[in-house]
């Protein structure tokens, strides 16, 4: 595997802990979802300064973006 490879999964590994984290533990799920707006607001400048190529940021996107629907499947039952 490439290094660029290896820092977007890093990345994208980072980013559903964060969502997990808010997932799982109910008490910290404003504060981490905070954390992860951040996280998502830094993720990008991070990719664009390490000379990401541009398909590794588009991975790191889906695969942010898929960790949320696994997260967030179903939605809360009223």
Do not use: H
């Not at 977007?8 to 980072?14: A, F, H, N, Q, R």
């Not at 954390?35 to 590794?56: K, T």
């Not at 696994?70 to 939605?75: E, P």
């Amino acid at each position: 595997m490439s290094k660029e490879l290896v820092t977007t999964l890093i990345l994208s590994g980072v980013s559903g802990v964060l969502q997990g984290l808010g997932y799982l533990i109910r008490p910290l799920r404003r504060t981490v979802g905070a954390l992860l707006l951040v996280w998502l607001a830094a993720a990008l400048p991070i990719l664009f300064f390490l000379n990401i190529p541009s398909q590794d940021v588009l991975l790191f996107c889906l695969l942010s973006a898929v960790f949320g629907l696994i997260f967030s499947f179903g939605g809360r039952r009223k």
